[in-house]
């Protein structure tokens, strides 16, 4: 996968993201879409990390290692459920459904660029 390509791909994924938690704000309140845009952050942006790591890796012109790559996979969940966990603790009154919308919402943004593809 090429630089722009993982670009775009997150580059949708917070489009979808911010989306989704205006729909929500609009439809059911603040808390339901900050809700949203929570549980979207807590995915879009380890995968912005992870995606940026790759690019780095392209740039300097190093291989990218298939276990680097499923090292950096299993880091990536591990930090996207530790911020699920601190979300669901420190966030009161945290609308579940919102949040779950805003996470199938960052989810989706990472298939965007297969579905715009064919």
């Given at each position: 996968m090429n630089?722009?390509?993982l670009i775009r791909i997150v580059a949708w994924q917070y489009v979808f993201v911010c989306v989704v938690a205006a729909v929500a704000w609009?439809?059911?309140g603040m808390v339901a879409g900050l809700s949203a845009l929570g549980g979207g952050m807590c995915v879009a942006v380890p995968?912005?990390?992870?995606?940026?790591?790759l690019i780095l890796t392209q740039m300097a012109r190093k291989?990218?290692?298939?276990t680097g790559v499923i090292v950096g996979?299993?880091?990536?969940?591990?930090?996207?459920c530790a911020l699920f966990v601190l979300m669901a603790k420190f966030f009161p009154g945290l609308n579940w459904p919102a949040m779950l919308a805003g996470i199938v919402a960052a989810v989706f943004g990472q298939?965007?660029?297969?579905?715009s593809k064919h």
């Open positions: 630089r722009e390509e609009l439809g059911w995968n912005s990390i992870f995606a940026l790591n291989p990218v290692r298939p996979e299993f880091l990536k969940m591990i930090v996207i298939f965007a660029l297969v579905f």
